[in-house]
């Protein structure tokens, strides 16, 4: 079965410092990997998916970027931090049949100050 | 856009009982699946149980069921025989072109 590494915990950044997420999955080969971020109390907001090495699709405009440097490697990034960056960050990885589920990492706790 | 509405934003249930979570969606595809996740207080996604949309029976899982009713657009969760363990957070997800579209999720509590 697949497992979602995800790192940091949790992060506190100032406004304007950049940002590096990052998560790696093991037990599956060329998944779907997605972003997703969750405010306060609120549903999940996908931000990026990627179905392959290089290939990004963005899904709302934003302070972030998105890349996939390996197979099973997807990094989150950002060069200066705003406020409103603050929030949930969920790594999800899907593999197999159309109808297969996602699986989700622990997720980081990013405080943008 | 698809939009998905979950138009209870908390509930409660008293331990042993039953509760039902509703949720809403729009779609224009007639085939496509449905699932249900749960967010414990750890923020876990936690897969609870899915249903495909040209499968009329409706799915289980153990104590978790559901009632889809797809001309309704409709996908409500059922939880029988309610336990401490099943407090959290639980969003419908519908898939739509590979990718999970949540709702705003419903908080539900488990009274002892």
């Known amino acids: 079965s697949q497992t979602i590494h995800q790192w940091p915990a949790t992060l506190v950044q100032p406004v304007g410092s950049p940002l590096s997420l990052e998560c790696t999955v093991e037990?599956?080969?060329?998944?779907?990997l997605y972003w997703y971020r969750q405010a306060a109390g609120r549903g999940l907001q996908l931000l990026f998916y990627?179905?392959?090495?290089?290939?990004i699709s963005s899904e709302v405009p934003q302070n972030l970027s998105a890349s996939r440097p390996q197979d099973r490697q997807f990094i989150l990034s950002s060069k200066k931090l705003l406020l409103s960056d603050s929030g949930f960050y969920l790594c999800?990885?899907?593999?197999?049949?159309?109808?297969?589920?996602?699986?989700f990492g622990n997720g980081t706790r990013l405080t943008v100050t | 856009a698809q939009t998905v509405t979950q138009s209870q934003p908390e509930m409660s249930v008293q331990e042993a009982e039953t509760v039902t979570l509703s949720c809403t969606y729009d779609?224009?595809?007639?085939?496509?699946?449905l699932f249900w996740y749960k967010q414990p207080p750890s923020r876990q996604m936690i897969l609870v149980i899915r249903?495909?949309?040209?499968?009329?029976q409706n799915a289980t899982e153990n104590r978790f069921s559901v009632n889809f009713q797809k001309a309704a657009k409709s996908f409500s969760l059922k939880i029988s025989d309610s336990q401490l363990g099943d407090a959290a957070m639980y969003f419908c997800?519908?898939?739509?072109?590979?990718?999970?579209?949540f709702g705003q999720g419903t908080r539900l509590t488990i009274n002892p």
């Open positions: 999800a990885s899907k593999q197999g049949p159309y109808n297969s589920p996602l699986h």
């Open positions: 037990g599956t080969s060329n998944p779907n």
């Open positions: 990627s179905v392959g090495i290089g290939q």
């Open positions: 779609t224009s595809e007639s085939d496509y699946y």
């Open positions: 249903q495909e949309a040209y499968k009329q």
């Open positions: 997800a519908p898939l739509r072109a590979q990718k999970l579209v």
